[in-house]
């Protein structure tokens, strides 16, 4: 997924232009509400396949983990009407904002610190900087998440590239039928092809294996059962805290 979500301005951090300033960060996720789905790292897979089905998309060169929010375009079905969130995990990609890593320049290793430009305060919120101007707490557990996060999906991407050398791959729809009988398609997709995993070399067996990427594998199929929680959610419509 190229674009990024949720960000409509995002500034880099300034020691000196943002030094007493404050984040006023979201206190619901509202802000997710207009999206489908959202990238996910590998190591999220335990936690996620409880909640989402999760799927895989081509973007680009990359093969990308998302968690599937909602059937249609613009519909998240895990966010209510008061912002509340409905599942029992939350993906980090969400829990990121409105902080966010821009690389600097052509320097892949070198990040600039950017937040969303309207979650900036001089009143209210949590402060950033001290007032000589040094980083808060707050930001510095702000910037180790997401420094963690971004060599999560360094990882989730080399995850993503060997499964498709091996061809494991395959394209899906998925369709959720809902109480009045109507029905409801997710557009194409990958998944793992289980019968195709299963033809695999031991060799290669042995590398997804020592990888960690087994476990993976197996928690997104496993979610793959939970389409139907979608079309239960459709079914209940928006609901209020």
Wanted: with cysteine.
């Amino acid at each position: 997924m190229a674009e990024l979500l949720f960000y409509n301005e995002p500034v880099a951090l300034n020691r000196e232009e943002h030094k007493t300033m404050k984040v006023n960060a979201p206190k619901d996720y509202g802000f997710t509400r207009e999206t489908n789905s959202v990238v996910l790292t590998g190591i999220e897979f335990a936690k996620a396949c409880r909640h989402f089905p999760i799927v895989f998309t081509r973007n680009a060169d990359q093969v990308i983990p998302v968690a599937v929010l909602g059937m249609r375009d613009n519909e998240n079905l895990f966010v209510d009407q008061d912002g509340t969130w409905r599942a029992g995990y939350i993906p980090a990609y969400i829990r990121r904002y409105p902080f966010v890593l821009a690389n600097r320049g052509e320097d892949q290793d070198e990040f600039l610190i950017c937040v969303e430009n309207s979650a900036l305060r001089k009143r209210g919120g949590e402060a950033i900087f001290t007032k000589e101007g040094e980083e808060t707490e707050y930001l510095q557990n702000a910037t180790r998440f997401m420094q963690e996060y971004h060599q999560g999906f360094l990882r989730t991407a080399a995850f993503g590239k060997k499964l498709d050398e091996l061809g494991l791959f395959q394209e899906m729809n998925a369709r959720v039928t809902r109480d009045d009988d109507s029905s409801v398609v997710l557009g194409q997709f990958l998944s793992v092809n289980e019968d195709a995993l299963m033809k695999i070399t031991a060799q290669a067996a042995d590398e997804l294996f020592r990888a960690g990427y087994l476990g993976w594998i197996y928690a997104h199929l496993i979610s793959m059962d939970l389409f139907p929680e979608l079309a239960r959610l459709m079914n209940e419509g928006p609901e209020e805290s």
